[in-house]
């Protein structure tokens, strides 16, 4: 979902670091860009310097120019120290795809959670020619447009080995509470949900800085979505907690450091607008469950226009967590439909 700008939300660099380059946003701190094949064309990277090496936070996709930036980065800002250790935020591929390359290929270590390393390393390996038919299944709840559904059901799905590099054995965990050290700084770790399950966020005790990845971000709202991997599952409600608890964190002068767009201050402003996003969307939705309606037939009401094209899929899976959030929160109900699609209807 998209999100205005609103006062109280200041972006320090109006425009962000070329392919191959990068910006000190503070000392020791670099700032870079790796693009990617999509509509959101981008995510962004954090080097820290840690005197003999560097620490980096999230990596890009694994594919040959995703691995030729990173040889221009290295030679280039990086000034030909070595990537010493890996964090990545989260499991998602734009985030942990080239972690596997840096341990084998540079020896690097690799910290993140315990969830984002399972879920990583499993969909690294779990390698489809053909979608599974849990997947069609799943589709087919979601009332998904019919030329949409042919067209997935006989098309190679998307595979996380596509853009995730082989994962090694082993990592270091790490957790809510914990304190760490990286780029001369003392963080704090705090897990993030909703978007992605244990998604770790870190806050600098030793200035203003908040490395946030894809959990607090400036002018769009993650993606919250619910799989075949687990259908009944309510990441909203996940997304909600996480953000009410994270807002006790925030402060005007903080700069947050996401995994998309640019750096920002106003983080108090930006909660604020993260939670109340969802509520409206949640009220809107349940205005427009007056009659039956499949998870694909709520785009407007969440989204405020049809979504088609490559977005699809995502409004999909947003769509679907929404209505199960009101379904477990018991604002609504469901019946099947005679070809397995879910009909949703609000309760008064």
């Known amino acids: 979902?998209?999100?205005?700008?609103?006062?109280?939300?200041?972006?320090?660099?109006?425009?962000?670091?070329?392919?191959?380059?990068?910006?000190?946003?503070?000392?020791?701190?670099?700032?870079?860009?790796?693009?990617?094949?999509?509509?959101?064309?981008?995510?962004?990277?954090?080097?820290?310097?840690?005197?003999?090496?560097?620490?980096?936070?999230?990596?890009?996709?694994?594919?040959?120019?995703?691995?030729?930036?990173?040889?221009?980065?290295?030679?280039?800002?990086?000034?030909?120290?070595?990537?010493?250790?890996?964090?990545?935020?989260?499991?998602?591929?734009?985030?942990?795809?080239?972690?596997?390359?840096?341990?084998?290929?540079?020896?690097a270590s690799l910290w993140t959670t315990r969830t984002?390393?399972?879920?990583?390393?499993?969909?690294?390996?779990?390698?489809?020619?053909?979608?599974?038919?849990?997947?069609?299944?799943f589709y087919r709840s979601c009332g998904m447009d019919e030329a949409i559904f042919q067209e997935r059901a006989n098309e190679r799905p998307f595979n996380f080995a596509d853009v995730v590099a082989p994962m090694p054995l082993g990592f270091k965990r790490i957790k809510q509470g914990d304190v760490i050290e990286m780029g001369g700084r003392v963080w704090d770790v705090h897990i993030g949900n909703g978007h992605a399950p244990e998604h770790a966020t870190f806050w600098s005790r030793s200035d203003n800085l908040v490395l946030s990845g894809d959990q607090i971000l400036p002018s769009?709202?993650?993606?919250?979505?619910?799989?075949a991997t687990e259908p009944e599952a309510d990441p909203v409600a996940d997304w909600l907690e996480a953000c009410e608890r994270l807002s006790l964190l925030a402060r005007d002068d903080q700069l947050i450091l996401g995994g998309h767009k640019l750096p920002f201050t106003g983080a108090p402003t930006r909660m604020r607008q993260l939670i109340e996003n969802h509520h409206g969307a949640l009220n809107r939705l349940r205005e427009h469950l007056d009659v039956p309606k499949t998870a694909a037939e709520c785009f407007l009401p969440l989204f405020k226009r049809n979504?088609?094209?490559?977005?699809?899929?995502?409004?999909?899976?947003e769509a679907l967590a929404h209505l199960n959030h009101l379904y477990h929160v018991g604002s609504a109900r469901r019946t099947v439909r005679d070809d397995g699609a879910y009909l949703w209807q609000s309760i008064d």
């Open 220 to 227: 769009i709202s993650s993606n919250i979505g619910v799989y």
């Open 1 to 107: 979902m998209s999100d205005g700008s609103a006062a109280g939300i200041r972006y320090p660099w109006e425009t962000p670091p070329a392919v191959g380059e990068a910006i000190e946003v503070a000392d020791g701190v670099l700032w870079m860009r790796l693009p990617l094949p999509m509509a959101l064309d981008h995510v962004n990277i954090y080097a820290l310097d840690e005197g003999d090496h560097w620490t980096i936070v999230d990596t890009g996709f694994d594919s040959k120019k995703g691995r030729a930036i990173w040889g221009d980065l290295l030679a280039g800002p990086l000034q030909g120290k070595p990537v010493g250790r890996v964090v990545v935020t989260h499991h998602h591929p734009d985030h942990v795809g080239l972690a596997g390359w840096f341990q084998t290929e540079h020896g």
């Open 307 to 317: 979504i088609e094209g490559g977005a699809y899929g995502l409004a999909l899976v």
């Open 116 to 137: 984002a390393w399972l879920f990583a390393r499993m969909l690294q390996l779990d390698e489809q020619a053909v979608p599974r038919q849990e997947t069609l299944d």
